[in-house]
Structures are given as C-alpha cells and as structure tokens.
C-alpha cells in the first residue's frame, strides 16, 4: 500500500481555506448594507483564514507525478471539513456573538454539515451578516463533497468514484457528462436554480429579500438555520408550502434535476429511488395527517403541519412549522422512525438514503428465495441494473455501521447527562444531518444546555455523518497508516 502524501492533503485543505475566505469577505457586502458593525470582523476572519490557507498552499508543495490515493482524498474531505470549521467560527468569536469557542465550533459545524443543530437560544438579535453567514454556511456546505470530487480531486488525478462511491452515486442512472467537472457545474447550475427561485417565490409571498435568500439557502443545502427564533412556526401557509416544496426538492437526486430541467421526465421519473422516495412521504403524511387531525381540528392545518415535518426530517432539513412534541406518542413515534431514513442519494441530504434500504430489502428478499429455493439464481436488481456482491457487501456493512454507531452516540450522550430520549436523538439527529430532535434538544429547544465534551462529540458525529462514516472512522485504524 502506498504511503500518505500530507504535502498533498494539507495542499488542498490551504485552496479549502482560500476559498473559504471569499466567502468571510462576500459576507462583508451584507454587513455593510445592513451597517450592523461587523464588517470589520468579516475582513479580520477573511484575511485571517486566507492567510493560513495560503502558507499552507505555498508550504505544502503538490508534485503532479504522485497520484493521490484513496487514503489521501480521505483525509481531505476530513481535514478540510474540521478547518474550514475552525476558521469559519472566527466571526462568531470575533463579533462576540457567540464567545465561547466550543459553542462558536458546534455552530458552524452544524451549518458547514448541513445538519441545523444551534446552541444559540435568540437568533434575532445577532447582526445581520451574522445571520447570513450562518445560512451561507449551509449553502457552501450543501454541495461542498460534490464540488470537492468532480472538480478539485480530478484536477488531482483522483478517478472522484473513490468518494462519490461513498454518496451512493453508484445508483446514479445516467452520467450527466463524461468529463466529472463539466457534471459539476451543471450540478452547481441546479443548486443556484433551485435557490434562486425558491427566494423569488418567498419574496413573492411577502418575506422579506434578507430572509427569503437565508431560508433559501438552508433550504436547498438541507441545512435549517433560520433566522427566526421560531423557525417557521410563525410564516404563512403559504410560505411553509413553498419551502416544503423545495425541500422536497432538494431531497432529490440532482443528477435527476439536471435530466427533468433538459426534458428528460420519462427517464427522471421510472428513477427506482425516486418512486420510493414520492411513496414514503406520500404515505406517512396521509398516517400522520389522519393521526394529527383530532389535535388540529382542521384537515388542511393537519396536512400541512404532518407533510411539513415529515419532508423537513426526511431529508435532513430540519426546519419545523410546528412543536411536534405536542402531538399523540404514536406521532411522535413515527417522527423519530423517519429520522433514520434519509433522502435520495446524490441529494444535499443526509442520512442513509432510501436506495441503501432499497437494496438491502431486496438482498434480504433474494436471500429468503434461495433458502427455499436452493436451485434458483436470485439476482439483486437496482434501476434494471444487477448489483454485485461487493457492492451489495459494501452498503450492508454501512447500514450496520450507521446503526452501532448511533447506539455508541447515544449511549455517550447519556454518559453526558442526557436523558434516553434527548440522548438518542441528539445522536440520530446530528449524525443524520436533521437539527432538532426531542426532548432537551426538540423543536423548541437547543442545544445549549449540553456540556463541552457533549458539544464537541456531537461536532464529531455531524462530521462523521457527512462524510458518510466509513472515510472518518478509517482515520482511527492501524491499516490505514500502514505503508
């Protein structure tokens, strides 16, 4: 096995933070339109983390003629996520906004993972560019993994299946294009579609620009940071459809996007994952509606509210419209099962994805016709396509992974002083990329009240889960430093 070229990784996290810095220094526009008094903070934290990011990029030499192997675009994606958190949680520290640096980290995080979870307990009063930040967060984060595969890791030399593997991109029905960084930017076309229009239909219904283009943001990232202390408990009807929709949307596969926006709705639509993804909210929004209707009194109320949880936690966004702990057990219940679900792959979701539980459902279905037809050749079948063995293998072990991994996480929070409730879904919710989860860390509450040490394995777990697991928990194995 080759050794591991940190010249190379420490190379690209110093262009992560780079990049990073553009994004501190756009932020400064916000500040001083809305002159709140962080503009300076903004330059400060751009100029600081360009700075690293650029000794970093002129240290680290990056030779051409060694090709990165798999092991070094791990501890990329690892290490970039940690630093560019790190810096990211400058201009919270800097405009005092959030003093503490554990709880500034878990903040940005949080945003950066696209996961939602908050430890701050009033939005409102944080100056305006700081509440743009916290959506921008969400935004650069949402696509971040895509963009880091299909058009730096090429540029490496790196084949890009090496981690788009890991978000099931496997299942994809078609290339968008045979070269990996022309299907970025048409990716990256999507994602700015599906922003701009939702912010255009939210101004259309009466929100103002500044939070129409942050909800937007957290939207089609699937992130969840508001800019309201109530979420959007407090908006219209019509509103609340409209970012259900998008969430929905963004709970696709974007390669799917890209094939509906060129007319290509046939093919878009016999998408296996895709059918099942439009049943399961179909039909747990009809249970929950039913089961909702004698607390709301009214079927639309009850409609809106159930399908609006259901889509916000399906596909990891995290948004609420309503304090679902108020509803029967037997709701709630189902909102915790729908935790474990996730979205489409190739979406800026997280979880473990409906095509995940797809083929294992249908692995264990053929495994059954073999024991009681031992003569039989039982064939695992995704999209028409045959599965092999290893793949098959391969997303077996995660499904199993995922799950031992939220029963240690739970069983950590609760060495934390969490309750089991709070501890497991503090657990699922952060390593799922979800935001709110129940009791102490529910709708209506936060997560400040968790200790440092609860705080910081959180930010462990969003990483964890963003990164799909089995890329950051290879860091902790003997093999993998192994020449």
């Given at each position: 096995m080759r050794s591991i070229h940190f010249s190379v990784v420490m190379h690209i996290v110093g262009l992560c933070l780079m990049l990073e810095s553009l994004f501190l220094l756009l932020t400064t526009l916000i500040a001083i339109v809305f002159n709140d008094g962080t503009m300076l903070t903004f330059i400060e934290s751009a100029g600081i983390s360009f700075l690293f990011g650029f000794i970093l990029f002129r240290v680290c030499?990056?030779?051409?003629?060694?090709?990165?192997?798999?092991?070094?675009?791990?501890?990329i994606v690892t290490f970039s996520w940690v630093f560019i958190s790190l810096f990211g949680s400058l201009p919270y520290l800097l405009s005092r906004s959030i003093p503490n640096f554990v709880d500034a980290f878990f903040e940005t995080v949080s945003g950066f993972t696209t996961t939602g979870s908050s430890i701050l307990t009033d939005i409102e009063v944080l100056p305006k560019a700081i509440q743009f930040w916290r959506a921008e967060t969400h935004w650069i984060g949402g696509m971040?993994?895509?963009?880091?595969?299909v058009?730096?890791?090429?540029?490496?030399?790196?084949?890009?299946?090496?981690?788009?593997?890991a978000e099931g991109a496997f299942f994809s029905t078609e290339k968008i294009h045979p070269r990996l960084i022309d299907a970025a930017r048409r990716l990256w076309l999507v994602y700015i579609i599906l922003t701009l229009s939702e912010t255009l239909l939210l101004m259309f219904a009466k929100m103002n620009w500044f939070d129409a283009v942050c909800h937007s943001f957290a939207t089609v990232a699937t992130g969840g940071f508001s800019t309201k202390n109530t979420s959007i408990i407090d908006y219209s009807p019509t509103i609340q459809y409209i970012i259900t929709f998008f969430m929905f949307l963004s709970g696709m596969n974007f390669v799917l996007h890209f094939m509906i926006f060129t007319g290509r709705f046939k093919k878009a639509f016999r998408d296996e994952e895709l059918k099942y993804y439009i049943a399961i909210v179909l039909i747990i929004t009809i249970i929950l509606s039913y089961n909702n209707y004698s607390f709301y009194k009214?079927?639309?109320?009850?409609?809106?509210?159930?399908?609006?949880q259901i889509v916000s936690i399906i596909t990891a966004t995290g948004f609420v419209s309503a304090n679902y702990e108020q509803w029967s057990q037997v709701s709630i219940a189902i909102v915790f099962f729908i935790m474990f679900i996730g979205a489409c792959t190739g979406s800026t979701g997280g979880g473990i994805k409906i095509a995940r539980y797809t083929v294992v459902l249908k692995s264990i279905g053929a495994q059954f016709k073999r024991t009681l037809h031992p003569n039989c050749v039982s064939i695992v079948k995704y999209n028409k396509k045959s599965i092999s063995d290893k793949v098959l293998n391969n997303i077996s072990s995660f499904v199993v992974i995922y799950f031992l991994t939220f029963v240690v996480g739970t069983f950590i929070m609760m060495g934390m002083g969490l309750n089991v409730s709070s501890a497991a879904s503090s657990s699922i919710t952060t390593l799922g990329g979800i935001g709110p989860g129940l009791g102490l860390v529910g709708p209506v509450n936060s997560f400040a009240s968790i200790n440092n040490g609860g705080k910081l394995f959180l930010c462990f777990n969003m990483i964890l889960g963003r990164l799909e697991i089995i890329s950051v928990l290879s860091l902790f194995t003997k093999s993998f430093y192994k020449v």
């Amino acid at each position: 096995m080759r050794s591991i070229h940190f010249s190379v990784v420490m190379h690209i996290v110093g262009l992560c933070l780079m990049l990073e810095s553009l994004f501190l220094l756009l932020t400064t526009l916000i500040a001083i339109v809305f002159n709140d008094g962080t503009m300076l903070t903004f330059i400060e934290s751009a100029g600081i983390s360009f700075l690293f990011g650029f000794i970093l990029f002129r240290v680290c030499k990056f030779d051409k003629q060694k090709t990165p192997t798999i092991k070094d675009s791990f501890l990329i994606v690892t290490f970039s996520w940690v630093f560019i958190s790190l810096f990211g949680s400058l201009p919270y520290l800097l405009s005092r906004s959030i003093p503490n640096f554990v709880d500034a980290f878990f903040e940005t995080v949080s945003g950066f993972t696209t996961t939602g979870s908050s430890i701050l307990t009033d939005i409102e009063v944080l100056p305006k560019a700081i509440q743009f930040w916290r959506a921008e967060t969400h935004w650069i984060g949402g696509m971040g993994i895509i963009a880091l595969v299909v058009v730096i890791l090429p540029s490496l030399k790196v084949t890009g299946n090496q981690l788009f593997s890991a978000e099931g991109a496997f299942f994809s029905t078609e290339k968008i294009h045979p070269r990996l960084i022309d299907a970025a930017r048409r990716l990256w076309l999507v994602y700015i579609i599906l922003t701009l229009s939702e912010t255009l239909l939210l101004m259309f219904a009466k929100m103002n620009w500044f939070d129409a283009v942050c909800h937007s943001f957290a939207t089609v990232a699937t992130g969840g940071f508001s800019t309201k202390n109530t979420s959007i408990i407090d908006y219209s009807p019509t509103i609340q459809y409209i970012i259900t929709f998008f969430m929905f949307l963004s709970g696709m596969n974007f390669v799917l996007h890209f094939m509906i926006f060129t007319g290509r709705f046939k093919k878009a639509f016999r998408d296996e994952e895709l059918k099942y993804y439009i049943a399961i909210v179909l039909i747990i929004t009809i249970i929950l509606s039913y089961n909702n209707y004698s607390f709301y009194k009214d079927i639309e109320t009850s409609f809106r509210q159930s399908i609006f949880q259901i889509v916000s936690i399906i596909t990891a966004t995290g948004f609420v419209s309503a304090n679902y702990e108020q509803w029967s057990q037997v709701s709630i219940a189902i909102v915790f099962f729908i935790m474990f679900i996730g979205a489409c792959t190739g979406s800026t979701g997280g979880g473990i994805k409906i095509a995940r539980y797809t083929v294992v459902l249908k692995s264990i279905g053929a495994q059954f016709k073999r024991t009681l037809h031992p003569n039989c050749v039982s064939i695992v079948k995704y999209n028409k396509k045959s599965i092999s063995d290893k793949v098959l293998n391969n997303i077996s072990s995660f499904v199993v992974i995922y799950f031992l991994t939220f029963v240690v996480g739970t069983f950590i929070m609760m060495g934390m002083g969490l309750n089991v409730s709070s501890a497991a879904s503090s657990s699922i919710t952060t390593l799922g990329g979800i935001g709110p989860g129940l009791g102490l860390v529910g709708p209506v509450n936060s997560f400040a009240s968790i200790n440092n040490g609860g705080k910081l394995f959180l930010c462990f777990n969003m990483i964890l889960g963003r990164l799909e697991i089995i890329s950051v928990l290879s860091l902790f194995t003997k093999s993998f430093y192994k020449v």
